[in-house]
């Protein structure tokens, strides 16, 4: 697929501009029509050196509630190399709509674990654009790697889903495969999520899109209150997993039904050991404890 | 805790201006404080029986400024008119004449003292005239002003005028500990006791326990004794406890909350003490309670809980005390009777009953006690200044205050005192005897 | 004993001893013989106030005025004014910045000697009974003759912090130095951030309630409605019978107008707690079973108990009522599920009575803490699990059975109440009392066990024996 050298950017792409430009190419497109052509862009994008800041660094690790170490937490890292991914979903030649997306699924690799004093050279690409039952999905593949170096420290692969839109030359998908049922089993918590959960959220992860910040900001992108930033959710449960998963482990959230705020949420957590007693992996899984409708679920493992 | 009125009228404008209305105009007394003298002031010792000698030495000995005849205009301390020789009523004008005019010497706060013999027993001239001592006394002790007190010491035969609680009486009559004791008799019964070898710590050394010492006269009891050298232990109902604590912990000493009305009472006083502090000497039963209403309305409640805790509990203790061999060294009681147990109060016939049983119940455990050299005696408190007594409404509490020869209330301590008397080594030849602190209330005895 | 117990514990113990030879093994070798020379801890007594519920007559007293009056009343009944006590060490879970120095401030309060030390301690609800065990050894080892142990809790007088978002601006405007930076700072501040923060008991990491979370554990271990409502039912009348009998009469000083936990209710019926609705667990899949009756109210207390030597309490003519034996902490992982919250006494207990050498049948007293009805039963049920007896306690079956006769048999915290950390010496003073009366069983001295389960999933357990 792409497997050419990325376009180094001079800069960190602003978030805000991104989705400034965003909008205004969803105008373009409603007035325009679809650029032509199915395909990926076929590079990726890059930023090197990399700076966490500390301040930031401690003020995530408090929201989730995790310690604050030098350690960069594995959804921290995921915010930073967001913006990144973003800039490549807004290239001129990505086929599919960057607003209104919705992000399916989540798995990272924390191969080794990456410090707030570490310059970060980090990189990513479009991956596998591929048929959804309602619509368009593909991956958005992010590697970082601490700057000079080879090896990949952390990797993560973010599905999302154009909801409704269909290009030409995908397959359609098989029947949509009737979602389990499921059954909320008891809580090992539960969240009280403030209305303020998504403001708090943009604060530390520089991810101010209007869908998380406020009802009105939701409303005016179509939906009815504002909603929980998945990987919010998605990193209180990997901090919620605890000192057992170690230095390195392979993180995967999918999500089902948006966490409207405010809202409590209701998590389980168990444990999965191998006959020595030795961890092996915690499984989560997220729901509203009023209606019973599963949010996400996802695990943490050994890698 | 001298009333309002009292500190009005003792000085400046207010002394005056009571004395032109003709109000009564209470003194200030003077009050027992550690170090303080026995009395301040040359004591007159009026009499001529070999009794009278002895005694006017004794006095000497005590470094006071004794004198065996007036001097004219000189400001008297104290005069003890020994009249333990007299044998018919014409023997009694010569000393008590004699010493007359120096009544008019007598300081502020001063005392007179009769030391005569017991009637029982005697020649009806003889009994006569020393039942006229009685008589006598009482009245005088009515003329004196300014906070004197008036009281006599009654001799049993073959009791002289310096045995040891003689002496002890007589020295708490001339102290400031007797300030609210006023025309009362103690008698001698016996030679028994031992005077103090430090006369500011005369309980140095002994074990006390004080029921109902949570607050109130209680209280006081607890904190005189433990000031004449005592470690006490204090009791009283749970529910009381934090008061009680607050006091233990001022008196250094040790509480126990317990509800004495309980059929081990007894036992556990006796348990905790020896437990404690190794011995038991001295048993004060103060705890008592009052459920006043007129017999017409009396119910079984009020009586049977007034008997209960007021005498039916000191008997069962005392029975069990009698039976220790932890109470076997000169040991001491002491009950709170009240003057309702002699004169009787409307509306108190459960709590008069149950005090004069408490005196009755001091008579005769007296000789019972006696084997082991112990003693037991009551004290009836007249109207004293406590908690209690500042809840009766303030015209019926004017009037009960003034109505004695002192007119005022007396304070906790001054009970205290009299018990701390009773409890004493000194004291143990008395025994079965009822010492009234009322600053000779008008009604009763 | 249990230095016998102990020397056995595991391999990494022992062999330190056997690498005998060099003078380092030598110096230990000696350092385990002084050790065996170990002393005993003796219960001498107890104090506390009566159990008060929040928001009623101790509304207004402070953790220092509550744990100063339970002092003096102990002070007042064992004769220690103006004593110097070896240490005195205290606690309270809900705590005032103010109160850092709390117990010493007590201390200085009260009628002991100024020159007598004082430290804070702080374990949840097993902080009281923690600071028996900790000063327990203290005085086993010879460190200190005596000692007093206590805790104190108010939830009428908790703690309000402000905001977090007032917090943070408070503390920069402190370290700002010019004007303009100190306004650029307050300008941050947002009405919301003006509204106070009221503590909670639910646990950080789970956001759940104490409540919530033993709703999981009774519905976990199928504990009925009306078996909560049976041991709420015994501990109201068991602690009323108590107090008929006289037996707080000397471990309890009354304050503030209160002789009695205003928590009892010596009059409950089986039908009025029956006839409560159920407060937690509601959205569960189970029926809801927990109610204001089975469960323990908020409360405001303060406990103390006398600890000593035997030489100290003989030369003081003190009572020994009973022997600090042992003790036990566990905790468990309840917030991945794998446990309940307050299930890690069902752990304890079972490692302290095998180090102890002794089974659930030796012991004749056995003072499980209610936090809740359900936390007692679930204990037990646990216990009385095969499964859980072989798979989590290592066991060949089950642990045992309770005999039920011998449980809380003069109340516990469902009708006294439970100001947290005054929750151990309340126990530990009353059983004390108890195996002091109890003497002797079979010819050997009679056993007590004490379990307190406390927040963060741990547990803390011990043993007496009487004197």
Redesign the interface.
Known sequence: MNTGQPIILGEMPSLSKLYVNAAAAAARRRILGSPAGAGLPSVGHEVRGVQADVGNLTAYQHLIGETASDVLPAGFIHALAFPVAMSVMNRDDFPLPLLGMIHLRNVVEQRSPVRFTEPLDITARAEALRAHRSGTQLDLVAEVRVSGGEAVRWRGISTYLAKGVFLPGIDKASASVRPEDFKAPDPTAVWQLGVDAGRAYAAVSGDFNPIHLSVLSAKALGMRRSIAHGMYLASRALADVGAAKGDSFRWDVTFEAPVFLPAPVGLDISTVQTDGAAWLRSDYVAWNPRSGRKHFSGSVAAL | MTDTYTRLVSKGLGRDVAKKLGLPQPAVLRRYEPGQPLISGPVLVEGSSPGADALAAQLLEWDLDVRRHAVPKERLGAIVLVLDDLESPADLEQPVLTAAPSLRDLAPNGRVVTVSRASDGATPAAAAVRQGVDGLLRSLAKELRAGATGNGIVLAEDVSATSPAALGALSFFLSGRSAFVDGQFVRIGSTAGRLPADADKPLAGKVAVVTGAARGIGAAIARTLHRDGATVVVVDI?????H??????EV????????VS?DDAGQRIIDHAV????HLDIVVHNAGITRDKLLVNMDHGRWSSVIGVNIAAQLRINEELLASEHFRSAPRIVSVASTSGIAGNRGQTNYAASKGGVIGMVRATAPLLAERGGSINAVAPGFIETEMTARIPFATREVARRLNSLQQGGRPEDVAEAIAFLASDAAGGISGEVLRVCGQNLVGA | MSVDGQSVTGPEETTNVRAAGSPQSLREAQSLREAQALRKAVVVGGNRIPFARTGGAYTKSSNQDMLTAALDGLIARFGLQDERIGEVAAGAVLKHSRDFNLTREAVLGSALSAETPAYDLQQACATGLETVLGLGNKIRLGQIQSAIAGGVDSASDAPIAVSEGLREVLLDLNRAKALPQRLQILARLRPKDLAPDAPNTGEPRTGLSMGEHQALTTAQWKITRQAQDELAYNSHRNLAAAYEAGFFDDLLTPYRGLSRDSNLRADTTLEKLASLKPVFGRNLGSEATMTAGNSTPLTDGASTVLLASEEWADQHGLPKLATVLDGEAAAVDFVHGKDGLLMAPAFAVPRLLARNGLTLDDIDFFEIHEAFAGTVLSTLAAWEDEEFGRTRLGLDGAFGKVDRARLNVNGSSLAAGHPFAATGGRIVASLAKMLHAKGTVDGRPALGLISVCAAGGQGVVALLEAH
């Open positions: 749970p529910t009381a406890g934090d009680l604590a607050d006091v233990a912990n250094r000493g040790t509480a126990l909350q317990l509800d309980r437990g404690r502090h190794g």
